[in-house]
């Protein structure tokens, strides 16, 4: 093998583990497979109030993110909410806030250009739910993760059923906790729980 033919196979592996780099997994986590049961079910409470989708305290601000989790939240729950809240009231309230504690989303013009290069995507999703009290009744967590490739291929697909699936896996929890505290899935597999 001549000189030439070595320095362009040498470049030619060079650039693809460079390349590479981009298509690993996403460093977001989730801490189990499955959430408890809430400390009672919700149907226990005569109002319930969910409270608009907010990033945690450490999360790079992505609205675009944030407002496809909240407007599936709201279509999942809203028919759910409007039957439970015309019974009458008992003076106890269950509130629930979701906030995003993880994400990284790659989308749009990120995604069509670099396709798997661009990396995976990830979200960690929160359900902060409390008595009127401030008591904490449950808190269950959920996670999605569009791979790289997938999404690659799909430009952007994934990433955004990421998104759907986050907040159909929260609704589902509180859906399914309403007659009877059960828990439910995180959405997470085994390769995706922090060691």
């Given at each position: 093998?001549?000189?030439?033919?070595?320095?362009?196979?040498?470049?030619?592996?060079?650039?693809?583990?460079?390349?590479?780099?981009?298509?690993?997994?996403?460093?977001?986590?989730?801490?189990?497979?499955?959430?408890?049961?809430?400390?009672?079910?919700?149907?226990?409470?005569?109002?319930?109030?969910?409270?608009?989708?907010?990033?945690?305290?450490?999360?790079?601000?992505?609205?675009?993110?944030?407002?496809?989790?909240?407007?599936?939240?709201?279509?999942?729950?809203?028919?759910?909410?409007?039957?439970?809240?015309?019974?009458?009231?008992?003076?106890?309230?269950?509130?629930?806030?979701?906030?995003?504690?993880?994400?990284?989303?790659?989308?749009?013009?990120?995604?069509?250009?670099?396709?798997?290069?661009?990396?995976?995507?990830?979200?960690?999703?929160?359900?902060?739910?409390?008595?009127?009290?401030?008591?904490?009744?449950?808190?269950?967590?959920?996670?999605?993760?569009?791979?790289?490739?997938?999404?690659?291929?799909?430009?952007?697909?994934h990433d955004n059923m990421m998104l759907t699936h986050v907040a159909s896996l929260a609704s589902r929890y509180v859906i399914n906790n309403y007659s009877r505290a059960e828990g439910g899935a995180t959405g997470a597999d085994a390769k995706a729980i922090a060691p």
């Amino acid at each position: 093998m001549n000189i030439t033919s070595k320095a362009l196979l040498f470049a030619s592996c060079l650039s693809g583990a460079v390349l590479l780099q981009g298509c690993g997994a996403t460093r977001i986590k989730a801490s189990s497979t499955t959430n408890p049961p809430p400390s009672e079910a919700f149907s226990a409470f005569g109002r319930i109030d969910v409270k608009p989708v907010v990033f945690g305290p450490d999360v790079k601000a992505d609205r675009d993110g944030l407002n496809k989790i909240e407007a599936n939240l709201q279509k999942d729950l809203s028919a759910s909410l409007l039957e439970w809240n015309v019974r009458p009231a008992n003076g106890r309230t269950l509130i629930i806030q979701p906030v995003i504690e993880q994400m990284s989303f790659k989308r749009g013009a990120q995604r069509v250009l670099l396709g798997p290069l661009a990396g995976s995507s990830g979200v960690l999703l929160r359900l902060k739910i409390t008595d009127g009290k401030g008591r904490l009744v449950a808190n269950p967590e959920f996670f999605q993760r569009a791979n790289a490739m997938s999404a690659g291929f799909t430009l952007g697909v994934h990433d955004n059923m990421m998104l759907t699936h986050v907040a159909s896996l929260a609704s589902r929890y509180v859906i399914n906790n309403y007659s009877r505290a059960e828990g439910g899935a995180t959405g997470a597999d085994a390769k995706a729980i922090a060691p």
